[in-house]
């Protein structure tokens, strides 16, 4: 077995780059919700509908980092790739545990003076997110002067069910850098990627100059190329080209030059002289 072929067999460890696929499912209260997919047909099934934009199929994933809680996150740590696996958690391993003393009660008028609140299509009802005090929680109760919001992550208390399968593992400069961009804000294939040794330049697409989501992502994709790829500059592009305006008016032929002096018009003798008659 050639080391490459012996290299890409090996268990996965933490840190590593890996393209994944996978199913959650949160379970409880005689219900079962589908948590994400990376399968569009799961995802249709299970929700009758596909979201605006999504794109389905395996997603870069980095081995024992954020994106899954730890006790998920944990037993993707050594596992084979390609080969596919299912898990059961509990809620203590998974979401947490429900805690009551995160349900709290606002006044209505705190609401409403919330930024999301003052947005013209702001609509407040049972299941709205909103972000009190640099929290995020979802409205279960409302009256006229009261609103009751839960802070417990949305599947707490519920056990959750997965299916994994790591595709394969990320490899090439270019490539992991992508996958970074992908997992902290996303549209990696329209940022153009150069790296010199340990020296990364990303051009920023035009789509991306203006999005509020960039300001926020730039500081952590930039951090991550530092940590996770070890970078010792990372330098982004942002280049505004003025487009030339066309030219309404169309090309205006050259004007008909007048004859020159000496020159006879058409039909005329070159040397004619006109005479006006003699007065008798």
């Known amino acids: 077995m050639s080391p490459h072929a012996s290299e890409s067999a090996a268990p996965t460890k933490p840190g590593e780059l890996v ?22 047909e799961v995802v249709q099934k299970a929700t009758g509908t596909l979201p605006s934009g999504r794109t389905f199929g395996p997603r870069p994933h980095l081995i024992g980092g954020e994106y899954f809680p730890a006790g998920i996150e944990k037993v993707l ?13 509990a809620p203590a391993d998974a979401f947490g545990e429900r805690d009551p003393n995160l349900i709290e009660l606002f006044s209505m008028s705190e609401v409403q003076r919330l930024p999301e609140m003052r947005r013209e299509d702001a609509a407040l009802d049972i299941g709205t997110v909103l972000t009190i ?34 595709v394969s593992r990320i490899e090439g400069a270019v490539e992991q850098v992508r996958a970074l961009i992908e997992l902290e804000y996303g549209h ?52 505004y080209v003025t487009p030339k305006a066309a030219s309404a008016d169309k090309p205006v032929p050259p004007a008909a030059s007048e004859p020159a002096a000496g020159t006879a018009e058409k039909g005329t003798p070159a040397h004619a002289h006109t005479h006006s008659p003699k007065s008798a």
């Open 188 to 239: 990696s294939k329209e940022f153009q990627v150069e790296v010199h040794g340990k020296s990364i330049v990303l051009t920023i697409p035009d789509r991306t100059k203006f999005d509020v989501a960039w300001f926020g992502a730039k500081p952590r994709v930039v951090d991550r190329l530092r940590t996770q790829l070890e970078a010792h500059s990372v330098k982004l592009i942002e280049e």
């Open 77 to 89: 740590e050594s596992a084979q790739i390609g080969t596919e696996f299912e898990r059961e958690f």
């Open 133 to 166: 005090r640099g929290r995020r929680g979802r409205v279960v109760t409302l009256t006229q002067a009261r609103v009751r919001v839960d802070f417990n992550p949305p599947f707490a208390g519920r056990k959750i069910r997965a299916k994994f399968r790591i």
């Open 19 to 40: 393209h994944l696929e996978y199913e959650l499912w949160a379970e409880g209260g005689g219900r079962t919700d589908l948590i994400d997919a990376t399968s569009e």
